[in-house]
């Protein structure tokens, strides 16, 4: 057996319990510390295992496994073979394809796998429940706790904002409230970014991985890192995306997307000057600057 980190032994005999043979373990992790993944083989059988970092991020997984079991097909999404509470454990399926955030796509590679996220994930919200009032008190807590936070990051980035920054930063943190009040809540995967996205270029296959953050809010949130971090600047990839996903937003989802994105932009600039990263303070600008002038 090979491993490229130091593999729990507790986890080694669940692992070994679930998948008798185990040959090779790699580490897989994403480069942050509460990221714990590795792919074990036992001959030419493979699977993930994971350890969440916390109860709740377990506890979400394995629901968020169950439920894509029900709404998605098995090349569209892992399935949980095997899960230990007590360790915080999942082991899942391989799904064929690449991760597609550092993929080098073509354009209209690029247009076509928006298009597949954007219908697959419509699939994913049709098939919800409408949430509990818990639900609904957690959304309301985590919207004012956003309004909180551009309040808190207007007073100190005032003086690197436009006049019209200034604005939206200010109506997110009056509106997020009421705004996210007046939609539906729609089980979320919770973290739908590229990184969470599999292209398989062989199949033309899309795949979902990853579902330690699923949880009921508004459809419109799934949408605030793409629309930050990638249709800021490529506005014919969200015009792609809703095309799969099937209908426009309403009024009131726009309006919301926006002040979210905002919300994020502002977070990304106060951080990027108080850590003195170059990085963060340029994609606050970025994003905040294509809110300001009425993104869509």
């Given amino acids: 057996m090979t491993e490229n980190k130091p593999f729990p032994p507790d986890l080694r005999a669940w692992v070994t319990d679930n998948l008798p043979g185990v040959d090779e373990v790699t580490d897989v992790s994403w480069p942050r510390s509460s990221s714990r993944v590795w792919r074990v083989t036992a001959g030419p059988t493979a699977a993930f295992v994971k350890l969440s970092p916390t109860e709740i991020a377990y506890d ?11 709404t998605l097909a098995e090349d569209e999404a892992p399935r949980l073979l095997a899960a230990n509470p007590v360790l915080k454990a999942i082991m899942s399926s391989p799904l064929p394809g690449k991760v597609v955030r550092d993929l080098p796509l073509e354009k209209e590679v690029e247009l076509r796998v928006h298009r597949y996220a954007g219908r697959l994930l419509r699939r994913w919200h049709d098939q919800s429940d409408p949430g509990s009032e818990q639900d609904r008190q957690d959304l309301r807590a985590a919207m004012r706790e956003q309004a909180q936070e551009a309040a808190a990051c207007l007073e100190s980035t005032a003086g690197h904002l436009t006049a019209g920054q200034r604005t939206l930063v200010e109506a997110a943190s ?10 539906r809540l729609v089980y979320q995967h919770g973290d739908n970014s590229t990184r969470k996205w599999l292209w398989d270029g062989e199949s033309g296959r899309h795949g979902l991985i990853d579902f330690a953050m699923a949880h009921h809010a508004p459809a419109v949130e799934e949408f605030v890192w793409l629309c930050g971090a990638v249709w800021a600047t490529r506005p014919d990839l969200k015009a792609a995306y809703f095309a799969g996903y099937g209908r ?11 002040l979210l994105t905002t919300r994020l932009g502002v977070s ?3 951080t990027g000057l108080v850590k003195e990263r170059v990085d963060l303070v340029e994609r606050g600008h970025l994003i905040l600057d294509r809110m300001a002038h009425e993104y869509r």
């Fill in 268 to 270: 990304y600039l106060n």
């Fill in 60 to 70: 979400r997984e394995v629901l968020g496994y169950a439920y894509a079991a029900r």
């Fill in 248 to 258: 426009p937003l309403s009024d009131t989802e726009e309006r919301l997307l926006r």
């Fill in 174 to 183: 009056r509106e997020l409230p009421e705004l996210a009040e007046q939609l």
